[in-house]
């Protein structure tokens, strides 16, 4: 990212607004202008700042307008491991918990077509 990076007036409005999070539709709404006039802006934006996304160019914002420095410690790059184990751990045991959830759902749909089955049949054996 290019921390150096000058925007024109019109980038800056669009660059905001993209950072807060809006997409090129509300963008282009809110300044009365055509979505195709937000997205050149809008490659001109990613191309003065070496972003090539979105979030890449929220970072890049935040980081610019409150003075939060780009360069990551290594310290840091340790608590955003840590971070990201946890995170995935739970992703993780979350889909674990939706796999077992799936299963015992088919396990008890299995069961009552059993008891269905055996009913009716002992059904049948009464009315013959």
């Known amino acids: 990212m290019n921390a150096r990076a000058q925007l024109t007036k019109r980038e800056k409005e669009i660059g ?14 809110r300044l009365s202008i055509s979505v195709h006039t937000v997205e ?4 001109n934006i990613f191309a003065k700042t070496e972003c090539r ?10 980081c610019t307008h409150f003075n939060i420095s780009m360069e990551l410690s290594p310290l840091k790059n340790v608590v955003a491991a840590f971070l990201l ?13 939706l796999f077992t959830r799936g299963r015992y759902a088919r396990q008890t749909k299995t ?18």
Do not use: C, M, P
């Open 53 to 62: 996304s979105a979030n890449e160019f929220s970072a890049w914002y935040f």
């Open 16 to 29: 905001e607004l993209i950072a807060w999070g809006a997409i090129k539709k509300e963008v282009a709404y």
């Open 40 to 43: 050149n802006h809008v490659r």
């Open 111 to 128: 069961a009552e077509i059993r008891r269905s089955r055996i009913q009716r049949d002992e059904l049948e054996f009464t009315f013959t």
């Open 85 to 97: 184990t946890i995170y995935l751990s739970g992703d993780i045991s979350q889909g674990f918990d």
